[in-house]
């Protein structure tokens, strides 16, 4: 149900210049040819700025309530259902990417390694990986502190579960509640829960190695979404790592 609110409650993250952000730094690591693998690609936001530029986009997602909002935008785009932990081969792609914190929905160290696997199997030789995950910065604050806000007509309140002092490889939580209008001054109320697990940078970059991946660069996200090259769990509330295959393990 969470599908048809998601585009009013992400309203405010810019994909466009995210978009920009990105391809600088995939074109300074090499970035060579216009396939695009989206993973976790949501309703699309995440890869039409990316499909606007000229790349030829397969979106993936395990909603299927996800890819039909995503479809609505792009019909011409083709996109999977699937679940990160079982891909299989979707192609070979110059570029994969995955947003929106959508691997820390992963519940442990095992999940992760297969997404790596998955994203390994469908990389180019010379392709390039980039995915965001969130700090410990963001379960300590985002995840541990109550919102409410309104867009679109829709009232949004965030319930964060999580401590304020929590430690590294945390599992924190937070529920959504959406009230919508739904005439004669009443509102309808959807709820949705979401659980997360931290993945601090070096168990990342162990897991990366262990699919056959090597992380090439890991930058800090600031609040308005500029890139800055050294990533610090701290003062960032989210890290993009950029990854490729490793030295002598690259795909045939």
């Known amino acids: 149900m969470f599908a048809s609110y998601y585009d009013a409650f992400t309203e405010e993250s810019d994909y466009e210049v995210w978009t920009g952000q990105i391809l600088d730094v995939a074109t300074r690591h090499g970035l060579a040819g216009n396939a695009l693998l989206d993973l976790a690609c949501g309703t699309g936001n995440s890869f039409l ?45 110059d570029l994969v990417t995955c947003f929106d914190d959508s691997l820390n929905y992963l519940p442990d ?21 980039c995915f965001d995950l969130n700090t410990l910065l963001a379960y300590r604050t985002t995840f541990a502190r109550d919102r409410v806000f309104e867009r679109d007509g829709l009232v949004f309140a965030w319930r964060g579960r999580c401590s304020p002092h929590a430690e590294p490889g945390c599992r924190a939580a937070a529920e959504i509640d959406v009230f919508a209008p739904a005439g004669d001054a009443l509102y309808e109320r959807a709820t949705s829960r979401h659980e997360q697990r931290h ?25 308005d979404g500029a890139l800055v090259p050294a990533a610090d769990e701290h003062r960032h509330l989210k890290s993009l790592f950029v990854a490729r295959h490793a030295k002598g393990g690259d795909a045939q």
């Open 49 to 93: 700025p990316f499909e606007r530029r000229g790349f030829r986009v397969t979106g993936c997602d395990g909603s299927a309530a996800m890819l039909a909002e995503a479809a609505c935008k792009a019909p011409d785009v083709a996109l999977v259902h699937a679940d990160l932990r079982s891909l299989g081969v979707l192609g070979r792609f």
């Open 199 to 223: 993945f601090g940078c070096e168990e990342v970059v162990e897991l990366l190695a262990i699919a056959g991946l090597e992380c090439a660069a890991v930058y800090g996200v600031l609040d």
């Open 109 to 129: 160290r095992e999940a992760l390694l297969a997404a790596f696997h998955g994203i390994a199997a469908n990389l180019a030789r010379r392709g390039l990986a």
